[in-house]
C-alpha cells in the first residue's frame, strides 16, 4: 500500500505542477456605477499573465449594451445558452440595461475570464438611483458605496431598491455549450482518476 502512494505521489507531482503552470494566476478590479435611471456602467481591468477569453451569465432582467474590449466596441455574440462567450482582452466597459424601466430588483452580469485569479476588488457605488442594498456577501457598506476583496470574479451582482416594478418572471435557458463541456471535463477526470488508482494498485 505505500508503494502505491509513493507511485501515485511520483506521478501526481508533475501533473499538479503542470497544472498550476497552465491555471494562469492574476487579479481584477471591477467598478459598478449606478446612475439615477438605475442603469449599470461597469468597468472591469484585469491583470492576467496571459489572455484569456471570457464569459458572462446572460440576465433575464438587464441586456448588455455598448460593449468595449481594450478601448474597441464588440458586438454581443448571438447564441442560444446562457453563457455567451467574448474574445480575450484586459479591460472592458459596458453598460446593463435593466428590461424593465424602474425595477425592484435586477441582477447585472458581470464579465468573467476562463481562469483562476488571486484577488478580486469590487465596488458598486450609487450616484441618486436610491440604491437600497446590494445582494451580495461580505459587502461593506459606507455612504452610497459597497465594496468587497473576493478571491473570484462572482457571475453576477444582485441590486435592490426599496421600491419599483416587480422582478420579471424567470425564464427557463437551454444550458448551452458551457455546461456540456464541464461535464465532459468532470466525466474525462474521474475516468482518469480510477484508471490511474487501478493502474497504481497493479503496479504496487
Not at 56 to 65: G, K, V, W
Not at 79 to 91: F, N, S
Not at 93 to 98: E, F, I, K, Q, S
Not at 105 to 128: N, W
Request: contains cysteine.
Amino acid at each position: 500500500m505505500k508503494s502505491a502512494c509513493r507511485q501515485f505521489t511520483k506521478h501526481l507531482l508533475p501533473l499538479l505542477l503542470t497544472t498550476a503552470f497552465l491555471f494562469a494566476s492574476g487579479s481584477a478590479e471591477i467598478t459598478i456605477h449606478i446612475t439615477p435611471d438605475r442603469h449599470a456602467t461597469v468597468r472591469e481591468h484585469f491583470s492576467l499573465a496571459k489572455t484569456q477569453e471570457f464569459v458572462f451569465l446572460a440576465s433575464p432582467c438587464a441586456r448588455i449594451e455598448n460593449l468595449q474590449i481594450d478601448g474597441m466596441p464588440e458586438p454581443i455574440p448571438a447564441v442560444a445558452g446562457p453563457w455567451i462567450t467574448l474574445r480575450a482582452g484586459v479591460d472592458l466597459a459596458y453598460d446593463a440595461v435593466p428590461i424593465s424601466p424602474d425595477p425592484r430588483s435586477c441582477a447585472v452580469p458581470l464579465v468573467m475570464p476562463k481562469l483562476v485569479l488571486e484577488s478580486v476588488s469590487l465596488m458598486v457605488e450609487d450616484a441618486g438611483s436610491g440604491l437600497a442594498n446590494v445582494a451580495f456577501p461580505h459587502m461593506t457598506h459606507d455612504g452610497n458605496r459597497w465594496t468587497a476583496l473576493l478571491p473570484a470574479v462572482p457571475s453576477k451582482v444582485t441590486l435592490d431598491w426599496a421600491q419599483g416594478s416587480a422582478p420579471l418572471p424567470r425564464v427557463p435557458l437551454e444550458t448551452g455549450l458551457f455546461y456540456w463541456n464541464f461535464v465532459g471535463l468532470v466525466t474525462v477526470l474521474v475516468i482518469w482518476t480510477i484508471a490511474y488508482l487501478v493502474w497504481a494498485q497493479r503496479h504496487a
